[in-house]
């Protein structure tokens, strides 16, 4: 399995940005792709996952109402529609990909099987 995310760039706050990823090597239903982002000097974070299947998303409370998680089935690909961006959403944002996940683990990192190469997101105040 591969993940090639991009999209990244330098954008002023209030502003927009759109994140892909795309998969290739497997097929990911019933599966969990996610978004995380990881700042100098912190923790790899949740923002955001999607069941490849239903549907289903869910979101960190940092960027609900403002991120928005998709998918693409034909094209294998999920997208991060960031919103009304803030100097706090600074981060190398990274895809990952849950083979098995149960609700209580997707905002975990350790429960993604694989993970993208990372695209740095630079909001300016």
């Known amino acids: 399995v591969q993940l090639q995310a991009y999209g990244g760039g330098l954008v002023q706050a209030g502003g927009s940005l759109r994140l892909s990823c795309a998969a290739s090597?497997?097929?990911?239903?019933?599966?969990?792709m996610g978004w995380f982002r990881q700042a100098p000097g912190k923790e790899r974070e949740f923002v955001a996952a999607?069941?490849?299947?239903?549907?289903?998303?869910y979101y960190a409370d940092s960027v609900k109402g403002r991120f928005t998680i998709s998918r693409d089935n034909a094209k294998n690909t999920v997208y991060l529609q960031m919103s009304s961006l803030k100097p706090e959403d600074t981060a190398v944002y990274y895809c990952?990909?849950?083979?098995?996940?149960?609700?209580?683990?997707?905002?975990?990192?350790?429960?993604?099987?694989?993970w993208g190469q990372g695209t740095q997101v630079t909001v300016s105040s």
């Open positions: 999607i069941r490849w299947s239903a549907g289903t998303t």
């Open positions: 990952a990909a849950a083979l098995r996940i149960i609700v209580s683990m997707i905002r975990v990192p350790t429960s993604y099987n694989y």
């Open positions: 090597g497997r097929t990911f239903s019933g599966n969990v």
